[in-house]
């Protein structure tokens, strides 16, 4: 490639800076590795761009493994970016979350982390 090719192609890529992105974690509530007094009703997931509503996922696990979530996660249709899940009255223990979410730009980022509910809760 010539310098001035290389050059163009650099100046490119410049401008399409999401061409390139994914929709990463950028804040969760509960908050990852929190330690709660009261048992959330919900977990909400905000993503760092908009998700595509039929391929995105979340589920709540608690410490066995068993899924305790009331699986009706969605995306939020007035914040996009948003991915929420409910959840019955939980007890004290941890719990993971695990999500899977398809950005609109097409790409797949998945993760996991975990918050604790006290002994007090319920």
């Known amino acids: 490639m010539r310098p001035a090719q290389l050059a163009s192609f650099a100046l490119a890529l ?3 800076p999401g061409a390139f992105a ?6 969760a509530s509960p908050r990852v590795g929190s330690t709660l007094a009261q048992a959330p009703k919900r977990v909400t997931l905000h993503f760092s761009e908009a998700l595509e509503p039929a391929f995105s996922t979340v589920q709540v ?6 899924r305790v979530d009331g699986r009706d996660g969605k995306v939020d249709a007035q914040d996009p970016a948003s991915l929420g899940v409910s959840l019955p009255a939980l007890g004290p ?3 993971r979350v695990k999500w ?11 993760g996991d982390f975990t918050f604790e509910v006290g002994p007090s809760a319920r």
């Open 14 to 16: 410049g401008f399409a």
């Open 22 to 27: 994914h929709a990463f974690l950028q804040h």
């Open 61 to 66: 696990m608690d410490a066995a493994g068993h």
């Open 93 to 95: 223990g941890k719990y």
């Open 100 to 110: 899977r979410v398809l950005s609109t730009d097409t790409h797949v980022t998945q």
